[in-house]
């Protein structure tokens, strides 16, 4: 007979993670291949929940180990309680899992190129907003009135935005060579080429 207290555990603490991630039944339910309303009763142990390839899911989703759900450690394998880190992490799996597409080489070729670029991009983009966060959460009062802006404020946002502009011009050229690429995709793929070249 399934030991209904072993159930109970895993139950209470893959919701427990589950909630300290900030993750809803639909996004494990979707990780795991199962309807919500399986997730539901995984957590309440009115199922059980202890199998192999159960617990192995359920850890691998909310980032433990099995023996944590069981309650045998009480030390988690990934100490991450950043939900959205988590779902970050686990959709570039996923969006890596996605390649090679069923198009031809040339095609996939290019999606790979622009997905490349946007990541590269995306690199240059969090030093960016990094220094762009810390630069106008100092005191820069006295560099507004040098160049004459009209408050602390003002200045502030033209210096956050000019740190993040090229994020922004290269994500509206993505978005043009993504538009050309139907009628033109030679020129789209020297385009995407270009870019690449610009960044490290």
Same mark, same amino acid.
């Given at each position: 007979?399934? %030991?209904?207290?072993?159930?109970?555990?895993?139950?209470?603490?893959?919701?427990?993670?589950?909630?300290?991630?900030?993750?809803?039944?639909?996004?494990?339910?979707?990780?795991?291949?199962?309807?919500?309303?399986?997730?539901?009763?995984?957590?309440?142990?009115?199922?059980?929940?202890?199998?192999?390839?159960?617990?192995?899911?359920?850890?691998?989703?909310?980032?433990?180990?099995?023996?944590?759900?069981?309650?045998?450690? %009480?030390?988690?394998?990934?100490?991450?309680?950043?939900?959205?880190?988590?779902?970050?992490?686990?959709?570039?799996?996923?969006?890596?899992?996605?390649?090679?597409?069923?198009?031809?080489?040339?095609?996939?070729?290019?999606?790979?190129?622009?997905?490349?670029?946007?990541?590269?991009?995306?690199?240059?983009?969090?030093?960016?907003?990094?220094?762009?966060?810390?630069?106008?959460?100092?005191?820069?009062?006295?560099?507004?009135?040098?160049?004459?802006? !009209?408050? !602390?404020?003002?200045?502030?946002?033209?210096?956050?935005?000019? !740190?993040?502009?090229?994020?922004?011009?290269?994500?509206? !050229?993505?978005?043009?060579?993504?538009?050309?690429?139907?009628?033109?995709?030679?020129?789209?793929?020297?385009?995407?080429?270009?870019?690449?070249?610009?960044?490290?």
């Amino acid at each position: 007979m399934i %030991d209904k207290k072993l159930r109970k555990t895993v139950g209470e603490r893959a919701k427990a993670r589950r909630k300290e991630l900030g993750l809803s039944m639909d996004y494990v339910a979707e990780r795991m291949d199962v309807n919500k309303s399986t997730i539901q009763r995984y957590e309440s142990g009115s199922i059980d929940n202890t199998k192999k390839l159960i617990l192995e899911g359920l850890a691998s989703t909310l980032h433990v180990s099995p023996e944590w759900l069981k309650g045998e450690t %009480d030390e988690l394998t990934d100490n991450n309680s950043d939900g959205t880190f988590v779902q970050l992490e686990d959709t570039m799996k996923k969006l890596l899992s996605c390649y090679p597409l069923n198009i031809s080489s040339d095609e996939n070729q290019f999606v790979e190129k622009v997905l490349l670029l946007i990541l590269k991009d995306f690199v240059e983009f969090n030093k960016s907003f990094e220094f762009a966060i810390n630069f106008t959460s100092s005191d820069n009062s006295s560099f507004a009135d040098v160049i004459g802006c !009209e408050s !602390e404020d003002e200045f502030n946002n033209m210096m956050f935005l000019k !740190e993040i502009m090229h994020t922004i011009n290269n994500l509206n !050229e993505v978005s043009d060579i993504l538009r050309r690429y139907p009628k033109e995709p030679d020129y789209a793929n020297m385009r995407v080429n270009n870019l690449l070249s610009f960044l490290h």
